[in-house]
C-alpha cells in the first residue's frame, strides 16, 4: 500500500477539537516529510501543515495557532490536532507524503451547529 489512509473527520460543533490521523506505508513515510492539505466546498486544495521526518514543523496561514502536527515514526502516523474549529474549516482534509507524491483519499470534517 503506498497511499496514506486517513482518519478521524466528522461533524464537530463550531468550538470544537478534532484530531485527524494519517498512517502511511513504510516506503512512503520512513524518513520523509509528511503533509496535510484541506479543500473546502467551492475552494482550491490549501496548504495545512508539514512536518519533516526530524520533527520540524511548517503551519499554512488559514490554521495557524490553532493546529499541531506531529508524527509517530514507529506506528508511520502522522496526526492533525485541530482546536477551536469554525464553520469555514469545513471540508476534505487530505494527508500528502511530499516525498513520494502521494496523496489519501481524504476525511470529511464538517464544522456546524
Known amino acids: 500500500q503506498v497511499q496514506p489512509v486517513e482518519s478521524g473527520g466528522g461533524l464537530v460543533q463550531p468550538g470544537g477539537s478534532l484530531r485527524l490521523s494519517c498512517t502511511a506505508s513504510?516506503?512512503?513515510?520512513?524518513?520523509?516529510?509528511m503533509a496535510w492539505y484541506r479543500q473546502g466546498p467551492g475552494k482550491q486544495r490549501e496548504f495545512v501543515a508539514s512536518?519533516?521526518?526530524?520533527?520540524?514543523?511548517n503551519y499554512g496561514i488559514s490554521m495557524r495557532g490553532r493546529i499541531t502536527i506531529s508524527r509517530d515514526n514507529i506506528k508511520n502516523t502522522v496526526y492533525l490536532e485541530m482546536n477551536s474549529l469554525t464553520p469555514e474549516d469545513t471540508g476534505v482534509y487530505y494527508c500528502n507524503a511530499v516525498e513520494a507524491g502521494s496523496w489519501g483519499r481524504g476525511t470529511q470534517v464538517i464544522v456546524s451547529s
Open positions: 512536518i519533516t521526518s526530524g520533527g520540524t514543523t
Open positions: 513504510t516506503i512512503i513515510f520512513r524518513g520523509r516529510q
